[in-house]
């Protein structure tokens, strides 16, 4: 019998993307934030390295770099919203994760 993976008895020691999450709340959620998504601290912003993103699909898809930022922006939003007691967050590059100290 086919069971959705979201609520299979090992999903919590196991790692989805935001399909898996897609609809639904959960008691807790947790994100990483991979080496693609960085911190510039000399220009104040948030960009993507490109050298460290490896969905090909969107890749292919999405020639543009605001775009891309903003596609990857919103998966990280979503999947942010769906713990409903709180969700974890991991950040890989330093520069972001002291920003984003300061307003968590």
Do not use: P
Request: aromatic share 12%; glycine share 6%; charged share 25%.
């Amino acid at each position: 019998m086919y069971r959705d993976w979201i609520n299979s008895v090992n999903a919590i020691n196991e790692v989805g993307c935001v399909h898996t999450t897609q609809g639904y709340d959960l008691n807790y959620a947790g994100i990483i934030i991979g080496e693609d998504v960085r911190y510039d601290d000399i220009n104040n912003c948030i960009y993507i390295d490109k050298t460290h993103f490896y969905d090909t699909k969107v890749k292919s898809g999405i020639k543009d770099d605001t775009k891309l930022l903003e596609y990857i922006m919103n998966t990280c939003a979503t999947i942010m919203t769906r713990g409903i007691k709180g969700t974890y967050i991991y950040i890989c590059d330093e520069k972001l994760k002291n920003y984003v100290r300061k307003f968590i």
